[in-house]
């Protein structure tokens, strides 16, 4: 590694350094809320001092100086992000507690992650001679906003995985609910039997249902923001059903069953259209494949005896 490289390692490293201790020192760092009443707040701490201090990665020191400026960082960015609403809907979607805020960390920190390597790969570059500065600066913008963009898609791909199961799920626990209402039982109580004998995604969601109904919300409107949280179509007919079926007094039993018969169709249509999609695509290597070598094998031959006979 030439003089240079070595100048600009110490460097950026010194500044960085500085930088910390300048931010966080205590006149430019303002309190929160709950450090400045911390004091006058009578409570009997019984946790564990040693088991507080340790961290959740396993970097150590380096994490406890990090943390706080990354959680500024979010705090600072999260103010020019308009869709935090839509961001909390997608977490809830994925069947993830975390908030928006540890969201927005983990992105962070995958950015950071892709320009820890970008940065790695500049230098080795670098250091055999082949740097181009351009090329550089586009390769450490590309992977940083690439892991910023990757987690996005990592839970995109959560949801999309748990709507499938929750639609698989969703035939099996509906007919017991309806079986257990034609059994004398509540909606309620159908739901709490479901919470007991069903696991998955779904079951989930109903223990989520019934844990706010016995907060004090009321059955239809705890259903419905189940159904705002998923927002699957099959959901909010089954949410729509049941609340029409309890205002106009209609059997709860039969509506379940045709809302349990409706996702199974759902299901076979889609597929039969994915079925259809796969038979399109096996046309190209059939047609760009397989076909030619098949004519070539056909008229190889008699192309060779026409050459014989001449």
Same mark, same amino acid.
């Given at each position: 590694?030439?003089?240079?490289? $070595?100048? @600009?390692?110490?460097?950026?490293?010194? /500044?960085?350094?500085?930088?910390?201790?300048?931010?966080?020192?205590?006149?430019?760092?303002?309190?929160?809320?709950?450090?400045?009443?911390?004091?006058?707040? +009578?409570?009997?701490?019984?946790? !564990?001092?040693?088991?507080?201090?340790?961290?959740?990665?396993?970097?150590?020191?380096?994490?406890?100086?990090?943390?706080? #400026?990354?959680?500024?960082?979010?705090?600072?960015?999260?103010?020019?992000?308009?869709?935090? !609403?839509?961001?909390? +809907?997608?977490?809830?979607?994925?069947?993830? !507690?975390?908030?928006?805020?540890?969201?927005?960390?983990?992105?962070?920190?995958?950015? &950071?992650?892709?320009?820890?390597?970008?940065?790695?790969?500049?230098?080795?570059?670098?250091?055999?001679?082949?740097?181009?500065?351009?090329? @550089?600066?586009?390769?450490?913008?590309?992977? &940083?906003? /690439?892991?910023?963009?990757?987690?996005?898609?990592?839970?995109?791909?959560? $949801?999309?995985?748990?709507?499938?199961?929750?639609?698989?799920?969703?035939?099996?626990?509906?007919?017991?609910?309806?079986?257990? #209402?034609?059994? /004398?039982?509540?909606? !309620?109580?159908?739901?709490?039997?479901?919470?007991?004998?069903?696991?998955?995604?779904?079951?989930?969601?109903?223990?989520? #249902?019934?844990?706010?109904?016995? @907060?004090?919300?009321?059955?239809?409107?705890?259903?419905?923001?189940?159904?705002?949280?998923?927002?699957?179509?099959?959901?909010?007919?089954?949410?729509?059903? $049941?609340?029409?079926?309890?205002?106009?007094?209609?059997?709860?039993?039969?509506?379940?069953?045709?809302?349990?018969?409706?996702?199974?169709?759902?299901? +076979?249509?889609?597929?039969?259209?994915?079925?259809?999609? +796969?038979?399109?695509?096996?046309?190209?290597?059939?047609?760009?494949?397989?076909?030619?070598? &098949?004519?070539?094998?056909?008229?190889?031959?008699?192309?060779?005896?026409?050459?014989?006979?001449?």
């Amino acid at each position: 590694m030439s003089a240079l490289a $070595i100048a @600009a390692l110490t460097g950026a490293c010194l /500044g960085s350094g500085l930088w910390l201790m300048f931010v966080r020192l205590p006149a430019m760092r303002q309190p929160r809320f709950a450090e400045r009443i911390a004091p006058q707040l +009578k409570s009997v701490d019984v946790s !564990s001092r040693l088991l507080s201090s340790q961290t959740v990665t396993p970097f150590g020191p380096l994490e406890r100086i990090v943390r706080p #400026v990354a959680r500024d960082a979010v705090n600072w960015l999260n103010r020019f992000s308009p869709a935090s !609403s839509v961001l909390a +809907k997608r977490l809830d979607q994925a069947g993830r !507690s975390q908030s928006v805020l540890d969201f927005r960390a983990e992105q962070i920190i995958w950015a &950071s992650a892709g320009l820890a390597a970008s940065t790695t790969v500049i230098v080795m570059l670098a250091v055999s001679g082949n740097f181009n500065p351009l090329l @550089a600066v586009l390769i450490i913008i590309g992977t &940083s906003a /690439g892991g910023y963009l990757l987690r996005d898609y990592v839970l995109s791909a959560q $949801i999309r995985k748990r709507e499938g199961r929750i639609l698989a799920e969703f035939p099996s626990l509906a007919e017991l609910m309806a079986l257990a #209402v034609s059994a /004398g039982e509540s909606a !309620s109580g159908a739901l709490e039997r479901i919470c007991r004998t069903g696991h998955g995604e779904l079951a989930k969601e109903f223990s989520r #249902v019934l844990a706010e109904t016995r @907060a004090g919300a009321p059955l239809m409107l705890a259903l419905q923001n189940f159904s705002n949280r998923t927002q699957l179509a099959p959901l909010v007919r089954f949410v729509d059903g $049941i609340s029409v079926a309890v205002e106009r007094g209609t059997p709860l039993a039969d509506v379940l069953r045709a809302q349990a018969q409706d996702v199974r169709d759902l299901s +076979k249509r889609e597929l039969m259209e994915s079925a259809g999609r +796969k038979e399109i695509a096996m046309m190209v290597p059939v047609v760009f494949g397989v076909l030619p070598l &098949s004519v070539l094998f056909a008229v190889y031959p008699g192309i060779a005896l026409i050459e014989l006979g001449l």
